[in-house]
């Protein structure tokens, strides 16, 4: 079974940043598609950044386009998530997540659903 550990996670002030990532372990080959996702509590987890690793593209929700940047490094079998500009409303935790399956990445809209694999998380607070 593939491992994903997310790491990174903290409480920063608006405005500011934090780099996200997630290292895979133990079998890794089902990783075609990959994504980061955050959930608030009482409220549906929601896809954050996608990562179509084999066709080489991302993509983005409207609500951090701009600001958020997904990036791999494989040499480290490690994803990133970098957050610029942060507000409050990024306030959420966020979950590694990823799949063998490619249809998962080939909307360009993240369905959890679609992802087998998850980490356990990491924090991510924002404060005015």
């Known amino acids: 079974q593939m491992q994903l550990v997310e790491s990174g996670g903290g409480s920063v002030e608006t405005g500011g940043s934090l780099r996200l990532s997630c290292v895979a372990s133990?079998?890794?080959?089902?990783?075609?598609?990959m994504g980061w996702f955050r959930q608030v509590s009482g409220k549906q987890r929601e896809g954050v950044a996608g990562?179509?690793?084999?066709?080489?593209?991302?993509f983005y929700a409207d609500s951090v386009k701009d600001r958020f940047s997904i990036s791999q490094d494989d040499a480290k079998n490690t994803l990133y998530l970098q957050m610029d500009e942060l507000k409050s409303e990024d306030t959420a935790k966020y979950y590694c997540?990823?799949?063998?399956?490619?249809?998962?990445?080939?909307?360009?809209?993240?369905?959890?659903?679609?992802?087998?694999?998850w980490g356990q998380g990491t924090q991510v607070t924002v404060s005015s």
């Open positions: 133990g079998y890794i080959g089902d990783r075609i598609c």
């Open positions: 990562i179509y690793r084999t066709a080489g593209r991302s």
């Open positions: 997540a990823a799949t063998g399956y490619a249809r998962a990445c080939s909307s360009g809209i993240l369905d959890d659903s679609g992802f087998p694999f």
